[in-house]
Nanobody
């Protein structure tokens, strides 16, 4: 059974940092794209970042470019999202996802999803 489990969410002050983790299990993800999305109340799920499980280029949504960093540690079957210079508008539930999308920002093209972890940025 494939599982993606997020952790590391919580409350952070504006300007602070947080690192989210996503532990993957249940299959080999070597030819998969791993992504992070977020969803704020009343809004659609938004693409944040993506990269290939085997490494390579990284991609970011415009709202987090230059502040967030996606990375992975294959030996631990884990993916991470480092959030720097957090802003109140970053408040959302953050999800990790795995798939083989043609378009990285298309959430409907990801096969597997975690349950999400809440991030709240206080001003």
């Amino acid at each position: 059974q494939v599982q993606l489990v997020e952790s590391g969410g919580g409350v952070v002050q504006a300007g602070g940092s947080l690192r989210l983790s996503c532990a993957a299990s249940g299959r080999t993800f070597s030819n998969y794209v791993m992504g992070w999305f977020r969803q704020a109340p009343g809004k659609e799920r938004e693409f944040i970042a993506a990269m290939g499980w085997s490494g390579g280029n990284t991609y970011y949504g415009d709202s987090v470019k230059d502040r967030f960093t996606i990375s992975r540690e294959s030996a631990k079957n884990s993916m991470y999202l480092r959030m720097n210079n957090a802003k109140p508008e970053d408040t959302a539930v953050y999800y990790c996802a795995a798939g083989r999308p043609y378009a990285l920002a298309r959430r409907d093209q990801y096969e597997y999803w975690g349950q999400g972890t809440q991030v709240t940025v206080s001003s």
